[in-house]
């Protein structure tokens, strides 16, 4: 496996996107996270960037070219939720969760396409999530970014897939970060007793999934939704 090869995760300061750089930091790969508050974990560089902010975006890109060299995995993790029932979603709601999770992944996938395309070689990981398939009352927002990036991967895949890079989707189930800790206790016992594995999911799990994605060992895997769910998406 090339352990040092440089890699990009979009909000690596907390959760899923903090867990997956240090996987890679552990692995030996050169890690730049982006953040707009707070800092990556230890050994990785971070750069602030607003997903939602093209600009924001090419700039952290050229900061980490100049400072760890060309971005040749780059894992969309960044993303929010605004969970409301339909006739309650405001357009604000829908509009902010879609440029953040479905827009920020185009964002910095497109910019990180250049060097790809240049080294012939690439590996792109989209961070959906089971409710993008699996679908969840109060989540149509959420719901329609991340199944999205499924239609996103597999394009991506037909369009670049002869140049040596993948594209893939990982979709994690109820992952323990600050975001599932925003559910209502109620809210989360229902959602256990319909995993399999009865339990949460740790960020650990979701990592160690992206790591071997953008291994050597996945160079044959492209267009794939992989779930890491407990079983929740029975594969989708
Ligand atoms: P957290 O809420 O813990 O972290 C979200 C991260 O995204 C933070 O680093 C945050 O940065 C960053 N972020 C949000 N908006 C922007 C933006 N506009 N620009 C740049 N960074 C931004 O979430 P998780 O770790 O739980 O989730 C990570 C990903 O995994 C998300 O895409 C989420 O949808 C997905 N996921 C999570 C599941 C779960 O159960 N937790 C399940 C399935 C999918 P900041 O700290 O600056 O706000």
Known sequence: ??????????????????????????????VAVTARSGEGPEGTLTVRADVTDAAAVDAAFTEVENT??????????????KDTLLLRMTEDDFDSVVSTNLGGAFRVVK?????????????????SSVVGLYGSPGQINYAASKSALVGFARSLTRELGGRGITANVVAPGFIETDMTAELSDETQAEYKKSIPAGRYGSADEVAGVVTWIASDDAAYISGAVIPVDGGLGMGH
């Open 1 to 30: 496996m090339s352990t040092d090869r440089v890699v990009l995760v979009t909000g690596g300061n907390r959760g899923i996107g903090r867990a997956i750089a240090e996987r890679f930091v552990s692995a030996g790969y050169k």
């Open 68 to 81: 760890l060299g060309p971005v040749e995995i780059v894992v969309a993790n960044a993303g929010i939720t």
């Open 111 to 127: 910019r990180a396409s250049k060097g790809m395309l240049r080294a012939k070689w690439g590996r792109v990981i989209l961070i």
